[in-house]
């Protein structure tokens, strides 16, 4: 799992805007940057209350051990949703991993409002290929690429045991029925696969993920295509696309 013992940062890039958000441990310090590293940069810098989300204070609680980015979906009526994965500090309620939360704000500074039905994606059932945990959302609304506003679908990949799932729902806050015929990437050879993000150009889906997973928290990233969410995947016969260095 990605250096899940760290607090993650969560970047979004508004036109000139980059705003951003940190995810913590529950008892850690605050993790903004001590030192400006946007100072060299020509960008503004935009913060708002930080952190953005914290760990519940309520012990039984799914997300009050820990909790880490995942992707930020803003939906046409304007309301931004920041997907998160997290874990609990009651083992016996929530045992084993992750679990893929989410909360809700008008405002991508904040604040953020948790909804009460999380955890939104749970894990598999005993003997289930996401048995262990789910993470590592990454979000695409189907109804803002031409399609009518009421034939909307929204695609969620997500990460579980060195491979990428696919849930869909007719609402981002759920419920999120998960595609029957998952895993629908693995690459088992290269030493598995997070989805990072995806995105659609004509008809084309375009997931940019990071493999193998092993090797350190950040890349090197590659590239898998295919013509329907649920694939079949393809690699990119250029990956990987960007390495650690460049």
């Known amino acids: 799992m990605k250096?899940?013992?760290n607090s993650h940062v969560l970047v979004i890039v508004i036109g000139a805007l980059l705003l951003c958000s940190f995810a913590r441990v529950a008892g850690a310090e605050n993790v903004a940057p001590k030192?400006?590293?946007?100072?060299?940069?020509?960008?503004?810098h935009l913060l708002g209350p930080s952190p953005a989300i914290v760990p519940s204070a309520e012990e039984s609680a799914v997300d009050s051990r820990i909790l880490?980015?995942?992707?930020?979906?803003?939906?046409?009526?304007?309301t931004w949703y920041w997907y998160y994965h997290a874990r609990s500090r009651d083992n016996e309620r929530w045992p084993r991993g992750y679990r893929?939360?989410?909360?809700?704000?008008?405002?991508?500074?904040?604040p953020w409002k948790k909804y009460e039905g999380n955890p939104v994606l749970d894990?598999?059932?005993?003997?289930?290929?996401?048995?262990?945990?789910?993470?590592?959302?990454c979000l695409l609304k189907e109804g803002a690429y031409n399609i009518r506003e009421e034939d909307a679908t929204y695609y969620m990949w997500y990460?579980?045991?060195a491979a990428v799932g696919l849930a869909t729902a007719d609402n981002p806050l759920g419920p999120w029925k998960k595609y029957k015929g998952n895993p629908v990437i693995e690459w088992e050879d290269e030493g598995g696969v997070y989805p990072g993000s995806v995105t659609k150009i004509d008809d084309t889906f375009?997931?940019?993920v990071q493999s193998p997973v092993s090797v350190q928290d950040q890349g090197p990233f590659c590239i898998a295509t295919a013509s329907r969410p649920e694939g079949p995947w393809k690699k990119y016969?250029?990956?990987?696309?960007?390495?650690?260095?460049?």
Request: with cysteine.
């Open 206 to 208: 375009y997931m940019f």
């Open 237 to 246: 016969q250029g990956n990987p696309v960007l390495t650690p260095g460049d």
């Open 123 to 137: 894990q598999g059932e005993e003997g289930e290929w996401d048995h262990g945990l789910t993470a590592c959302a």
């Open 3 to 5: 250096n899940c013992e």
């Open 159 to 161: 990460f579980a045991d």
């Open 68 to 78: 880490e980015s995942a992707d930020v979906l803003k939906d046409t009526d304007g």
């Open 100 to 110: 893929l939360c989410v909360a809700t704000s008008k405002n991508p500074l904040g």
């Open 35 to 44: 030192k400006n590293i946007f100072a060299e940069r020509p960008l503004i």
